[in-house]
């Protein structure tokens, strides 16, 4: 079958006017994000302090920038490990602003708790707001047939952590009559190391 020239002229520009148009495009999008980038990036995490990529929004009182993922500041992912209060729930713990009183350990102080060992009956945490506990657990096995293991009410912040590397239960009876808000939001992040 023998081709009309003219037909090959006609295609010769839409083929590569086809071509062309595949290799340009509108792409906004920079290869290197810029330094305060709200937008998640591909960067390994940094060993210092940092919040963690993701999408942020912004405090309008303090400016702080606020995980839109978690609702965690920067503050509230990192604290100073020497502030701990070791707690090894095997031994009935105690320490300024933490007691037992019918069988839950009652923290009503902020600060960063760190748990051990096991407990049975409940960890209870009563703080006012802007106050925030961090319980850190660290292989620790929490049990509570009559309700839940770890309950938090005031209007305080309560953030869990696990050690990473380590392995903890927290478990809670088959049946039991929950009271307080019905649909409080429960996140979780991933294992501090």
């Known amino acids: 079958m023998k081709k009309s020239p003219l037909n090959v002229a006609a295609s010769l520009p839409l083929i590569v006017g086809l071509g062309l148009a595949g290799c340009s495009g509108s792409n906004n999008e920079s290869s290197a994000a810029p330094k305060d980038s709200l937008g998640?990036?591909?960067?390994a995490p940094a060993q210092q302090a940092k919040a963690?990529?993701?999408k942020?929004?912004?405090?309008?009182k303090t400016g702080e920038k606020i995980?839109?993922?978690?609702?965690?500041?920067h503050g509230s992912l990192t604290w100073d490990t020497g502030s701990e209060i070791r707690l090894d729930l095997a031994n009935e713990p105690s320490a300024?602003?933490?007691?037992?009183?019918?069988?839950?350990?009652?923290?009503?102080?902020?600060?960063n708790y760190h748990l051990s060992g096991d407990y049975t009956g409940q960890v209870r945490i009563n703080t006012a707001e802007p106050e925030t506990v961090r319980l850190i657990l660290d292989n620790v096995s929490i049990t509570n047939s009559t309700g839940p293991a770890i309950?938090?009410?005031?209007?305080?912040?309560?953030i869990v952590y696990t050690m990473a590397g380590t392995t903890n239960t927290v478990s809670d009876g088959e049946q039991y009559t929950v009271t307080g808000k019905k649909n409080q939001t429960q996140r979780s992040t991933?294992?501090?190391t």
């Open 67 to 73: 995980n839109a993922e978690t609702h965690h500041t």
């Open 151 to 158: 309950t938090a009410s005031g209007g305080g912040t309560t």
């Open 190 to 192: 991933p294992p501090r």
């Open 96 to 111: 300024d602003g933490v007691s037992v009183e019918d069988g839950a350990l009652v923290i009503t102080k902020a600060g």
């Open 40 to 43: 998640p990036t591909n960067a």
């Open 56 to 60: 942020y929004s912004s405090n309008t």
């Open 52 to 54: 963690p990529s993701g």
